[in-house]
């Protein structure tokens, strides 16, 4: 892996959010008016491919990315959270749990540092606590589910 593939990562990751960002706030809307909104062909291949496959991604899996969400949040509605926190939530989980594009710390990782980026002073705490149980969980439902 090169020195370059976090940062374009990173950089995808940014993008996926705001486009997620777009989605949640405008329900209404298809994919490739999503995808639309932003200028993508001036970005990075790479960069916007992986964007792309994110952003299709929260596009696609948003019913069961609810699912995850509102059977895992004790006390909370994921409508309560602010709007940048459960995005990247969601990021974390589709990209580190239901696409396993990496592994689950990396996926909380970038999800917290997103948060930080984009979110409230608290969101990087918030984010951080809340994938640590729904990933705990997570994988207690995968060991069940599948024995060694």
């Given at each position: 892996?090169?020195?370059?593939l976090?940062?374009?990562?990173?950089?995808?990751?940014?993008?996926?959010?705001?486009?997620?960002?777009?989605?949640?706030?405008?329900?209404?809307?298809?994919?490739?008016?999503?995808l639309?909104?932003?200028?993508?062909?001036?970005?990075?291949?790479?960069?916007?491919?992986?964007a792309?496959?994110?952003?299709?991604?929260?596009?696609?899996?948003?019913?069961?990315?609810?699912?995850?969400?509102?059977?895992?949040?004790?006390?909370?509605?994921?409508?309560?959270m602010?709007?940048?926190?459960?995005?990247?939530?969601?990021?974390?989980?589709?990209?580190?749990?239901?696409?396993?594009?990496?592994?689950?710390?990396?996926?909380?990782?970038?999800?917290?540092?997103?948060?930080?980026?984009?979110?409230?002073e608290?969101?990087?705490?918030?984010?951080?606590?809340?994938?640590?149980?729904?990933f705990?969980?997570?994988?207690?439902?995968?060991?069940?589910?599948?024995p060694?």
């Amino acid at each position: 892996m090169t020195r370059e593939l976090p940062k374009k990562r990173r950089r995808a990751r940014e993008l996926a959010l705001q486009l997620g960002y777009l989605m949640d706030m405008r329900q209404e809307l298809g994919i490739n008016e999503v995808l639309g909104s932003l200028p993508l062909d001036e970005e990075d291949p790479e960069v916007r491919d992986y964007a792309v496959a994110l952003t299709s991604g929260l596009y696609r899996e948003r019913q069961r990315l609810e699912g995850i969400l509102r059977e895992r949040l004790v006390g909370w509605r994921p409508e309560r959270m602010v709007a940048v926190d459960r995005v990247a939530i969601r990021l974390a989980i589709l990209e580190g749990y239901l696409e396993r594009l990496v592994p689950f710390p990396v996926a909380i990782s970038e999800a917290v540092e997103l948060a930080k980026l984009f979110g409230t002073e608290d969101s990087g705490r918030f984010v951080n606590g809340v994938l640590g149980r729904i990933f705990k969980d997570l994988e207690d439902v995968n060991e069940e589910s599948h024995p060694s």
